[in-house]
Structure formats: C-alpha cells, structure tokens
C-alpha cells in the first residue's frame, strides 16, 4: 500500500477547476511580460487576479513565503521572490510559478517566459526545459513506474548537454500543496512506486546549463545555480488515467512570449 491517495471523480473535477483558474492567471500573466516591467508588477498582478476569480495565492505566508508568486530570472532556478528592484530586460528568461487553492484544492503550473529576443544560450535551456515536461508527461499512465518519468527527462536533458536539479521535485497535490508522491525529475525506468489512475501531481522539472547544484541565498528561498549559469523550468499538474494523463493545468491557447520556436525540434527530435 503506497500512502499516496487516489481523488474520486468528485475531486477531480474540483482539481480540473483550480488547474483551469491557476492557468487562466498564467496566461494574462504572459500577455504583460515585457522589458521594463518589475517581478513585483508581476506579483501584484497575480495576487489581484487570484481574487478576482475567487481563487487564493497558495505561495502567499506559506512556510513564510513573502509573495503571492514565485519569479525566477536567469540563474535563478526556483522560489525566486518578486521585488521592484528587479526589472525585466531585453534577454532575460523568466519563470513564473503560479499556485492557485480553488474550493480548497490546488492548481500549479509555471512557464518560462522570453523577454525580448532570447540569447541562443537561453532558447537552448528554455526548450530543452519545455520538452522535458513534455517527455515526462508522456511516460504517465496507470501501471507505469515513477522511475519512468525521471528517466525520459534526465536521458533527454543530458543528452542535450544540460543538466537536470535534484535538489527539488515534483509533487502530489490535492487539498494539500505538496504531497505524497515526491516526483524526482531524475531516474531508472522501471524504478519506484506503480502510478494508479487517479493519483495527481506535478511535473516541474527545473533544466540548467551547467551544473546541477544549486545553493539558497540568505533570504532562505532563492535558489541559483552554483556556476550561475542559466536555468528554465515548466511545470504541469495531471491526474493519472487508464490510458495516460489529463494535463489539468492545460493552457487553451499558445503562449505569445514563451511558445515563439515551435520549430526548434525539428526535423530531428
Ligand atoms: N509552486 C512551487 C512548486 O511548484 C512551490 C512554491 S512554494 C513558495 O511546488 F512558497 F515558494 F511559493
Ligand atoms: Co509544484
Ligand atoms: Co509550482
């Protein structure tokens, strides 16, 4: 018996609501994204629009979190706290991880975002970040290990010439932000815990360009890379079917500053 629970239809569908209203605030989040603007202009946009649709900042006081948002620029790979002192320029890659508690359950999703015209450098972590969720989410299905999903990620990644961050995971979620299953982003397929239908977490995997490490400033969240290399990162939240996965953090729509080279794979991946 694994400890990790399985939501009735019930709470899927009250899942499926929190993913579509945590998404919704992403994507209004992509359209204000432009040099010049400040990670807090994003924070308070994110905490108004988390109101108005009836939904709570998640990050907001948790564990002491001081912000509504997680902002990441740069060499920063999560938990990044927004402030007016930090303004977006021309280049930067950003990631904004949203988390939205809907009726008491919980939506999380993050994109990296370009701003202005990206360094081949910064397309290169941030696509190789995009299709790790991507690989990762293919391997979901009930019956199939968790191994599985680190292990598509982690061979694609390093293959790339990237490198991918242990030190955070994936994670189940529900009424409860994080929980049972951790979802390690590196892996063996055909290791660990069998997936059930009904199971739900997140992907997040956080890709850099150099290594791996990544240390935690004073302030206690920031996390960077310990080369300061760049880092990107894309998270989903799914539940677990017969068949594969629903994506409940599924965005209805491309994303202008983040989705712009949809032909970087091609013709070879
Ligand atoms: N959204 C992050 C995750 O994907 C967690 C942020 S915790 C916070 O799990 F306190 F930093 F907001
Ligand atoms: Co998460
Ligand atoms: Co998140």
Known sequence: MSNVSIKSTREIELMRRAGEITVA????VDAMIRP??????INRFVHEDTLRRGARPAPLNYHGFPKSVCTSVNE???HGIPSEKD???????INVDVTSIVDGYYGDTSVTFYVGEPSTEAKHVTEVARRSLDLGISQVREGARLGDIGAAIQSFAEKEGCSVVRAFVGHGIGRIFHEAP???HVGQSGSGMRLRAGMC???EPMINLGTYEVDVLEDKWTAVTRDG???AQFEHTLVVTKTGCEILTKRPAPLKNSERFPGYWSPSV
Do not use: H, N, R, Y
């Open 201 to 203: 977490f997140t992907i």
């Open 87 to 93: 303004i977006l320029k021309p280049g930067d890659i």
């Open 76 to 78: 920063v790979v999560c």
């Open 182 to 184: 951790q979802v390690s």
């Open 36 to 41: 010049g603007i400040s990670t807090e202009d």
């Open 25 to 28: 605030t992403l994507m209004e």
């Open 229 to 231: 290399a760049l880092s």
